[in-house]
């Protein structure tokens, strides 16, 4: 028997991806995946070890990591049309952002990025996710950039839109989508075991799919307050066609982003993509 272990966040649309391999109900031999969940943040920097053999990251991160890890075809999050929201307690012109203290989740996560790139010179500090709403509702910083269900929360706590960078990313970029995470396999692991695993990855997003309600019930146990509704919504934003395959249009919209980002000098290099 070979352990696999997959490091994933620990929300509803990551759990709905995974739940078929969660629960068995994908035949996958000798093989025995263990799920790791953790912050986003933390899986980039654990990336940078080689600590899991598959992991989700930061597609910004992936630009850093090319040579240990491979990404895979399947499992990505892309915002088509939506995205990371940059709010704050008022409202703010995006003229008057450079006086202000701008919270992030995580330097080496694509929201951050593709805030450098709708306005380079921002002052920003970096926070846990779930700990931005409440530090721009109390004050403690100017303004943040929600990610995972704080894209559907934040009006609840009355606070005010800046940008929504996925919009922004698609008036900027013909209606592409904004790639926000991937999956990605240890490339130590050879070429055989990459290919069998990402079948099983792509499996397990597919009987999701297949069988929503169930695997939405599953998936609400991680949906941090949101109620059914909105964790049908959200996983709907992030679980999708362009999840079980980049397509060409996913594709494309990667390299748009990671050309742009290398040729802004906001990462070393354009990384391999593989797509595996």
Not at 35 to 60: F, K, P
Not at 138 to 160: C, K, M, N, P, R
Not at 197 to 204: E, N
Request: contains cysteine.
């Amino acid at each position: 028997m070979t352990l696999i272990r997959v490091a994933h966040s620990p929300d509803s649309d990551d759990a709905f991806m995974f739940y078929a391999l969660a629960k068995n109900l994908v035949d996958t031999g000798d093989l025995r995946f263990e799920h790791v969940l953790s912050d986003i943040e933390s899986l980039n920097r654990e990336a940078y070890e080689g600590t899991y053999e598959v992991t989700a990251v930061s597609i910004h991160a992936y630009a850093h990591l090319d040579d240990r890890y491979a990404l895979l075809g399947s499992g990505a999050s892309m915002g088509d049309g939506y995205g990371p929201v940059l709010v704050a307690r008022k409202p703010v012109a995006p003229e008057d952002l450079r006086s202000l203290t701008v919270a992030v989740p995580g330097r080496l996560t694509s929201a951050s990025l593709a805030l450098k790139m709708w306005n380079p010179g921002l002052q920003t500090v970096v926070r846990s996710f779930d700990d931005i709403m409440p530090a721009v509702s109390s004050g403690d910083v100017d303004a943040g950039v929600v990610i995972h269900e704080g894209q559907l929360t934040w009006q609840d706590e009355g606070l005010h839109q800046i940008v929504d960078l996925g919009a922004w990313w698609a008036e900027e970029n013909d209606g592409l989508p904004l790639p926000l995470g991937g999956n990605v396999i240890r490339r130590d692991l050879g070429d055989e075991m990459c290919l069998r695993v990402a079948g099983l990855l792509k499996a397990s997003i597919e009987y999701s799919l297949e069988h929503r309600e169930e695997a939405l019930d599953y998936a609400l146990d991680y949906g941090r307050g949101l109620d059914r509704e909105k964790a049908d919504r959200f996983v709907g934003m992030y679980v999708n066609d362009l999840t079980v395959d980049y397509g060409e249009r996913g594709q494309r919209a990667v390299r748009a982003f990671l050309d742009r980002a290398f040729s802004e000098r906001l990462i070393p290099k354009v990384p391999q993509l593989d797509f595996l």
